[in-house]
């Protein structure tokens, strides 16, 4: 299913700087130890006094960032609808 919406999955992603290989992986987000995926979400965001930020109700993405094996730079793509 993954690799439909990723339309041809990573292997010819080259870096658009200088045309090295991308690797993939994530951008972790830190809650005190715990270590999360980081999601894009829909809108501006709207601070919550329980949560932090509002995002019932929200579309969400899960975020994949590739990195250039050749010069470091980071691309994201927001694909995974978060369900
Ligand atoms: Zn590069």
Do not use: N
Request: aromatic letters at 10%; one cysteine or more.
């Amino acid at each position: 299913m993954d690799d439909i919406a990723r339309g041809g999955g990573s292997a010819d992603r080259g870096c658009p700087k200088c045309r090295a290989a991308m690797e993939e992986g994530f951008i972790a987000d830190h809650m005190d130890s715990i270590k999360m995926q980081s999601e894009w979400v829909t809108g501006a965001p709207e601070p919550s006094f329980w949560t932090g930020l509002k995002i019932k109700g929200k579309r969400r993405y899960r975020v994949v960032t590739y990195r250039c094996t050749g010069c470091g730079y980071l691309e994201s793509y927001a694909e995974d609808l978060v369900t």
